[in-house]
């Protein structure tokens, strides 16, 4: 889920300076120069010469990009920690929850709703069978590690959506056909012996690599997906069917929870994919997935 309350703007000159003047080493040499333009022979010469020096100082370091873009990045993790730290600013897990299934399409919803739904039956069948008399926190199928597993699931729905939409729109062949023919024109010109026009190539080739590099990754990471979507789905029919088969409860919570445990991979793997999903992940402990009315949630 995309931060909407805080966007990255510029921090402003004062913060610049103030960041700047506040530097450890920047106070420590201020501070020294000052003390020994006091004591010598000649302050009022002296001490102006500092204050030049450290004003010429603050103008070079705000000037620099690199530096305004480190104190922008600052002060707007600030910002966002500050709004987090209020009462009733922070994003809830049911929030979460809304505006992911509200942003999937009615096919992935539905394949998460059916996926649900089976976990769902999975704990009727088993309190059914087992009766009410199971030993406590057995009873309910270890709900944390399955509403894990639903919030994994429902992760890699987001973003295989999003990886389908950034392969869709980049051309895996209109890629290679652009560097092949870069790279025959660099050629070419070294041939010539223009090394302007090469170098000027050969920065146009490496982009290249970059973008068919990036776009091999996701694709790699979109049959990842794809495959992990599969195996938790089996997963989770394999469990129910164990619901029904076995009559020790505590079996089917420890299988529940390996299962559940065997994720860390995948979870790994997903906050990888936040800057294309544009998923946060502050928000990684599930939310009672099984415990909400998804119609009412998908209704709003």
């Known amino acids: 889920m995309t931060d909407q309350h805080v966007r990255p703007t510029g921090a402003g000159m004062m913060r610049y300076l103030k960041e700047a003047f506040s530097f450890r080493w920047n106070l420590l040499a201020f501070a020294g120069a000052l003390v020994a333009g006091l004591i010598s022979p000649s302050p009022d010469i002296v001490i102006p010469l500092v204050l030049a020096g450290e004003l ?8 620099i990009p690199r530096f305004r873009a480190a104190i922008d990045a600052k002060a707007h993790a600030e910002k966002k920690d500050a709004l987090v730290a209020t009462p009733g ?42 009766g009410r008399t199971a030993a406590p926190g057995a009873e309910d199928l270890r709900a944390p590690a399955l509403d894990r597993m639903l919030w ?6 987001y973003s295989q959506q999003a990886l389908d939409r950034f392969l869709a729109a980049t051309d895996e062949a209109g890629l ?6 870069l790279r025959q ?4 010109a070294k041939e010539k012996g223009d090394e302007r026009i090469a170098r000027s190539l050969g920065d146009s ?8 590099e990036n776009f091999r990754k996701a694709k790699g990471n979109s049959e990842f997906i794809a495959v992990e979507l599969d195996r938790i789905e089996g997963k989770i ?4 069917e164990m619901a029904v088969s076995h009559q020790d409860p505590d079996f089917i919570t420890s299988q529940v929870d390996s299962v559940a445990e065997s994720m860390a991979h995948t979870e790994d793997a997903i906050r990888e994919l936040n800057v294309i999903t544009g998923l946060s992940s502050e928000l990684d402990a599930p939310p009672p997935i099984l415990g909400t009315d998804l119609e009412q949630v998908t209704e709003r």
């Open 56 to 63: 010429t100082y603050l103008a070079g370091l705000t000037s």
């Open 237 to 240: 029919q394999a469990l129910s």
């Open 205 to 212: 080739i490496a982009t290249a690599e970059l973008r068919l």
């Open 185 to 188: 024109r660099e050629a070419q």
């Open 152 to 157: 994994v699931f429902l992760r890699l729905l």
């Open 176 to 181: 290679t056909k652009q560097l092949e023919s």
């Open 89 to 130: 600013t922070r994003t809830t897990s049911r929030e979460t929850l809304t505006s992911m299934l509200h942003g999937l399409p009615p096919k992935l919803k539905d394949r998460f709703q059916r996926l649900r739904d089976r976990c769902t039956a999975m704990q009727t069948i088993a309190q059914g069978i087992h």
